[in-house]
């Protein structure tokens, strides 16, 4: 029998020294940081979601998911790039992304990192004509689709002497189109006031959506010509006190687009003190450059990040090669430069990813909460300790000291399979040690009736873990189906919950069954046999 | 000490009562539900923002409201939370989608309200509203597969009645806590969905102890009436009952005071869950099963009984 008891012994000093070596063994070897990883409302930290955006629904389904796969490497490249320790990346379902990180101090800063699409395309700046001989057709067009009394006071009075735009209607607009009666509304024509610049236009402030929503008009962008695009400029012009948005009238077709780029810098221009971002392309590109800039000498390069033109529209004063820059106007920061520089070199996401679950814990409610759950936890244990003793004494005393086991257990477990510790996971812990408890008092109480039942202290002992052991078995395999579930369906901190749970069950059942019995039968061996076995 | 040693109570005598407390419960809770207008779904099931922020000057929740109502949000909820000047204000919109625009109009209010850097945003959750949608499908579709596997697991161990039983007072548990949730007016979120799972364990964990005393009693205690076997049942493994509930409702009640305002929620749910838990176990899931056994005619007799054999440790 002693030879039994020594082999259970060497059997937990066995799993006990390898739940040690989980704990300390990476710092043993040097490595830095809490053996334990710390979810991120514990530390702090962002969890996000994205999801390739397709609201036209253009993209097929494979589409999207080699999309997400390739967004992934590279917003792990921006993400590296930004400097942030760890980052988990992942690919969920079809098409989206969870990206997390740790301790990150300015979240909106390292969000628009993320979620930039940091497609960059050079395109020549037109005379804006070709919209301008159109203008009457979409004025006519956009007071069809929306009726005359759903346009905007402004859209509707007929120009006044200082709103008198500059785009004389042309005739060949006019022969083009069925005429409307003379006093037409003009509701386009009328927001977009002339910059002086050929190709460019002016949008008041207030009135930028309204510009926006008429140009978005299914059967307005049916009319658009071909040949250009039209796209909003990132730098404000003010005059006379009022705030106008730039319109530019760019071709179609870009000279060159940013998949030839292969570094970007951010700093100050010497001259004027103003954040640009010098950038290299490769030899192709720079080939591709070269002949596109040489037809162009003369002519404005609108340079458009996602859509919209960056600064104001250089002129090609001389052919371009594989080196230029990006101006970024008067407003912007260094900071701004350099995330600009920095999502270059890390390349165009494939499509746009929209972030549409975000959860982000600032540091200092991560400490507190790592405090007051450590708090909880080490009263709670307390009181069970206490309970337990006072109810039991020395079986108790054994129960308890079967308690530090699957404590040590628990938590070596949470190390080795570099589980995350969160804060429902701390509940989770601590509902696991009332299981744990409750396996032992199903087999106290157990032993108690065996021993009221007139048995003998080893045999009530015996039966005591025997009879106990279908409901322990019963009530263990339901909540972990439970914990398994919630591990399935939940998202970071409640699978953080699951995990302990779950871990905590199956060290519970190990420390209840083996452990503490080990302990109970090493007492037996060493009190006298005749004495009467009081529990 | 022994608390409860051969305890003798004639708890199934007693069930004709119990039945109008459940009762009670779960039409106090239904009441509370309708009244609130449904319950109270948070930004994980809703879709929307929540955001926890805290002030290093006096601000009140109606400046809070007011700074927001200037930003142009009226669907809002402002809510004290913890500390002073600290609040929890849930918005209907998701400020991430449209390029942030919303965020950075929050932003500005509240730079132009209170000033920058006078307030620290120290908690933040948003969700879109579709993903809202699929986290609400996702979650009634993890508390119906627990349940349904618990039930085929029960079914295993034991026979169907005592498997009907425990789902019985299981879905009482849980329409109960439900109303208590209303009543506290707590929201729904992932983790009081997460709760609500811990619950149906733990529940299921007391009804199987006394389910499993009763197997075993059936096979041992032939001659006796079977209300007999069940009332001693829940005498005999009494102790355990209160034991086990006393040391986790210790455990969380610990949590409740010390673990901080983040899962103080959380904590009560399971509190209030793991009460009644215990209260089913003996009050609901036992004369449960006594009326699923005479209504199926099953009552003393054994040739349907699985035999189920303990496995030795």
Same mark, same amino acid.
């Given at each position: 029998?002693?030879?039994?008891?020594?082999?259970?012994?060497?059997?937990?000093?066995?799993? *006990?020294?390898? *739940?040690?070596?989980?704990?300390?063994?990476?710092?043993?070897?040097?490595?830095?940081?809490?053996?334990?990883?710390?979810?991120?409302?514990?530390?702090?930290?962002?969890?996000?979601?994205?999801?390739?955006?397709?609201?036209?629904?253009?993209?097929?389904?494979?589409?999207?998911?080699?999309?997400?796969?390739?967004?992934?490497?590279?917003?792990?490249?921006?993400?590296?790039?930004?400097?942030?320790?760890?980052?988990?990346?992942?690919?969920?379902?079809?098409?989206?992304?969870?990206?997390?990180?740790?301790?990150?101090?300015?979240?909106?800063?390292?969000?628009?990192?993320? /979620?930039?699409?940091?497609?960059?395309?050079?395109?020549?700046?037109?005379?804006?004509?070709?919209?301008?001989?159109?203008?009457?057709?979409? %004025?006519?067009?956009?007071?069809?689709?929306?009726?005359?009394?759903?346009?905007?006071?402004?859209?509707?009075?007929?120009?006044?002497?200082?709103?008198?735009?500059?785009?004389?209607?042309?005739?060949?607009?006019?022969? /083009?189109?069925?005429?409307?009666?003379?006093?037409?509304?003009?509701?386009?024509?009328?927001?977009?006031?002339?910059?002086?610049?050929?190709?460019?236009?002016?949008?008041?402030?207030?009135?930028?959506?309204?510009?926006?929503?008429?140009?978005?008009?299914?059967?307005?962008? $049916?009319?658009?010509?071909?040949?250009?695009?039209?796209?909003?400029?990132?730098?404000?012009?003010?005059?006379?006190?009022?705030?106008?948005?730039?319109?530019?009238?760019?071709?179609?077709?870009?000279?060159?687009?940013?998949?030839?780029?292969?570094?970007?810098?951010?700093?100050?221009?010497?001259?004027?003190?103003?954040?640009?971002?010098?950038?290299?392309?490769?030899?192709?590109?720079?080939?591709?450059?070269?002949?596109?800039?040489?037809?162009?000498?003369? %002519?404005?390069?609108?340079?458009?990040?996602?859509?919209?033109?960056?600064?104001?529209?250089?002129?090609?004063?001389?052919?371009?090669?594989?080196?230029?820059?990006?101006?970024?106007?008067?407003?912007?920061?260094?900071?701004?430069?350099?995330?600009?520089?920095?999502?270059?070199?890390?390349?165009?996401?494939? $499509?746009?990813?929209?972030?549409?679950?975000?959860?982000?814990?600032?540091?200092?409610?991560?400490?507190?909460?790592?405090?007051?759950?450590?708090?909880?936890?080490?009263?709670?244990?307390?009181?069970?300790?206490?309970?337990?003793?006072?109810?039991?004494?020395?079986?108790?005393?054994?129960?308890?000291?079967?308690?530090?086991?699957?404590?040590?257990?628990?938590?070596?477990?949470?190390?080795?399979?570099?589980?995350?510790?969160?804060?429902?996971?701390?509940?989770?812990?601590?509902?696991?040690?009332?299981?744990?408890?409750?396996?032992?008092?199903?087999?106290?109480?157990?032993?108690?009736?065996?021993?009221?039942?007139?048995?003998?202290?080893?045999?009530?002992? %015996?039966?005591?873990?025997?009879?106990?052991?279908?409901?322990?078995?019963?009530?263990?395999?339901?909540?972990?189906?439970?914990?398994?579930?919630?591990?399935?369906?939940?998202?970071?901190?409640?699978?953080?919950?699951?995990?302990?749970?779950?871990?905590?069950?199956?060290?519970?059942?190990?420390?209840?069954?083996?452990?503490?019995?080990?302990?109970?039968?090493?007492?037996?061996?060493?009190?006298?046999?005749?004495?009467?076995?009081?529990? | 000490?022994?608390?409860?040693?051969?305890?003798?109570?004639?708890?199934?005598?007693?069930?004709?009562?119990?039945?109008?407390?459940?009762?009670?419960?779960?039409?106090?809770?239904?009441?509370?539900?309708?009244?609130?207008?449904?319950?109270?779904?948070?930004?994980?099931?809703?879709?929307?923002?929540?955001?926890?922020?805290?002030?290093?000057?006096?601000?009140?929740?109606?400046?809070?409201?007011?700074?927001?109502?200037?930003?142009?949000?009226?669907?809002?909820?402002?809510?004290?939370?913890?500390?002073?000047?600290?609040?929890?204000?849930?918005?209907?919109?998701?400020?991430?989608?449209?390029?942030?625009? =919303?965020?950075?109009?929050?932003?500005?209010?509240?730079?132009?309200?209170?000033?920058?850097?006078?307030?620290?945003?120290?908690?933040?959750?948003?969700?879109?509203?579709?993903?809202?949608?699929?986290?609400?499908?996702?979650? +009634?579709?993890?508390?119906? +597969?627990?349940?349904?596997?618990?039930?085929?697991?029960?079914?295993?161990?034991?026979?169907?009645?005592?498997?009907?039983?425990?789902?019985?007072?299981?879905?009482?548990?849980?329409?109960?806590?439900?109303?208590?949730?209303?009543?506290?007016?707590?929201?729904?979120?992932?983790?009081?969905?997460?709760?609500?799972?811990?619950?149906?364990?733990?529940?299921?964990?007391?009804?199987?102890?006394?389910?499993?005393?009763?197997?075993?009693?059936?096979?041992? =205690?032939?001659?006796?009436?079977?209300?007999?076997?069940?009332?001693?049942?829940?005498?005999?493994?009494?102790?355990?009952?209160?034991?086990?509930?006393?040391?986790?409702?210790?455990?969380? =009640?610990? =949590?409740?005071?010390?673990?901080?305002?983040?899962?103080?929620?959380?904590?009560?749910?399971?509190?209030?869950?793991?009460?009644?838990?215990?209260?089913?176990?003996?009050?609901?899931?036992?004369?449960?099963?006594?009326?699923?056994?005479?209504?199926?005619?099953?009552?003393?007799?054994?040739?349907?009984?699985?035999?189920?054999?303990?496995?030795?440790?």
């Amino acid at each position: 029998m002693f030879s039994g008891i020594s082999g259970r012994l060497i059997a937990i000093a066995a799993v *006990c020294l390898v *739940c040690l070596w989980a704990l300390l063994g990476p710092s043993l070897q040097g490595e830095e940081g809490s053996p334990l990883k710390l979810g991120l409302d514990l530390q702090g930290g962002t969890y996000l979601e994205l999801q390739v955006s397709d609201p036209e629904g253009v993209m097929s389904p494979e589409a999207r998911t080699d999309a997400a796969d390739r967004a992934r490497e590279i917003i792990g490249n921006r993400i590296d790039q930004f400097g942030v320790r760890e980052p988990t990346i992942q690919r969920i379902g079809a098409d989206r992304l969870i990206v997390e990180l740790a301790g990150i101090q300015d979240v909106d800063r390292a969000k628009a990192i993320i /979620e930039q699409t940091a497609f960059l395309e050079f395109k020549i700046v037109t005379d804006g004509m070709l919209l301008v001989e159109r203008l009457p057709m979409l %004025d006519s067009t956009v007071v069809a689709a929306l009726g005359a009394e759903a346009l905007p006071e402004e859209a509707r009075t007929e120009p006044t002497q200082g709103l008198e735009d500059l785009f004389q209607q042309p005739d060949s607009g006019q022969e /083009e189109e069925p005429e409307p009666p003379r006093s037409q509304l003009r509701p386009l024509t009328l927001l977009l006031l002339d910059s002086g610049e050929p190709g460019v236009f002016l949008v008041e402030g207030p009135q930028v959506e309204t510009v926006e929503s008429y140009l978005a008009l299914p059967s307005v962008k $049916a009319r658009l010509p071909d040949e250009v695009t039209i796209l909003w400029g990132t730098e404000t012009r003010g005059v006379a006190g009022k705030i106008y948005h730039p319109l530019y009238v760019v071709d179609a077709e870009p000279l060159i687009t940013g998949d030839y780029l292969v570094d970007a810098q951010a700093i100050r221009d010497p001259q004027f003190g103003t954040p640009i971002v010098p950038f290299q392309l490769t030899r192709q590109g720079g080939r591709i450059f070269e002949r596109g800039t040489s037809r162009h000498v003369g %002519d404005r390069m609108a340079i458009i990040l996602d859509g919209k033109v960056q600064g104001s529209p250089p002129v090609i004063r001389d052919v371009l090669r594989d080196r230029a820059q990006i101006e970024l106007g008067t407003g912007a920061d260094l900071v701004e430069a350099q995330d600009i520089a920095l999502v270059l070199r890390a390349g165009a996401l494939p $499509a746009p990813m929209e972030i549409i679950e975000e959860r982000t814990v600032g540091p200092s409610l991560g400490q507190d909460s790592i405090d007051q759950g450590r708090t909880a936890l080490i009263i709670g244990v307390v009181l069970v300790i206490i309970l337990m003793i006072a109810y039991y004494r020395t079986a108790g005393l054994l129960a308890v000291l079967g308690l530090l086991i699957y404590v040590l257990i628990v938590i070596g477990g949470l190390a080795g399979l570099q589980a995350t510790l969160t804060l429902p996971g701390i509940a989770g812990l601590i509902l696991s040690i009332g299981m744990a408890v409750d396996a032992n008092v199903l087999i106290f109480e157990r032993i108690r009736e065996e021993i009221e039942g007139g048995k003998t202290a080893r045999t009530a002992v %015996d039966s005591g873990f025997q009879h106990a052991l279908s409901a322990i078995i019963d009530s263990n395999l339901t909540t972990l189906i439970t914990a398994i579930i919630l591990y399935q369906f939940g998202t970071g901190p409640v699978k953080g919950f699951a995990v302990t749970l779950s871990i905590g069950i199956v060290a519970s059942f190990f420390t209840a069954v083996f452990v503490v019995r080990t302990f109970m039968l090493i007492w037996l061996e060493r009190r006298s046999p005749t004495a009467e076995l009081r529990i | 000490m022994r608390l409860f040693a051969n305890a003798d109570y004639k708890f199934l005598e007693q069930r004709k009562k119990a039945y109008m407390v459940s009762a009670a419960l779960v039409v106090i809770g239904l009441l509370s539900i309708v009244l609130h207008g449904g319950l109270n779904y948070g930004v994980d099931f809703t879709g929307g923002t929540l955001f926890q922020i805290r002030f290093a000057e006096d601000v009140t929740a109606a400046d809070v409201r007011g700074a927001l109502g200037e930003a142009g949000f009226d669907n809002l909820q402002v809510q004290d939370f913890g500390a002073r000047g600290e609040f929890i204000i849930r918005l209907a919109e998701f400020l991430e989608g449209a390029d942030r625009e =919303l965020q950075t109009r929050v932003d500005q209010q509240f730079d132009e309200s209170f000033g920058a850097g006078t307030y620290e945003v120290v908690r933040r959750e948003g969700v879109a509203p579709k993903v809202g949608g699929e986290l609400r499908q996702r979650a +009634i579709g993890a508390v119906l +597969i627990s349940f349904l596997l618990t039930l085929i697991y029960l079914g295993f161990r034991f026979e169907w009645r005592f498997g009907l039983a425990a789902i019985i007072a299981t879905v009482h548990d849980i329409a109960i806590v439900f109303g208590v949730i209303s009543l506290l007016n707590i929201e729904i979120s992932l983790p009081s969905v997460a709760a609500i799972l811990t619950i149906i364990g733990y529940s299921l964990n007391d009804t199987i102890v006394i389910f499993d005393r009763i197997r075993e009693n059936l096979k041992k =205690l032939r001659r006796l009436p079977y209300i007999e076997i069940l009332d001693r049942s829940i005498n005999e493994t009494l102790p355990r009952t209160v034991m086990t509930s006393g040391t986790t409702l210790a455990v969380l =009640l610990a =949590l409740a005071i010390f673990g901080g305002a983040v899962i103080r929620e959380f904590t009560i749910v399971l509190i209030v869950g793991i009460m009644i838990g215990t209260y089913s176990s003996i009050f609901v899931a036992s004369p449960a099963l006594l009326e699923v056994e005479q209504r199926s005619g099953g009552v003393r007799s054994k040739s349907d009984r699985r035999k189920v054999t303990a496995t030795a440790g």
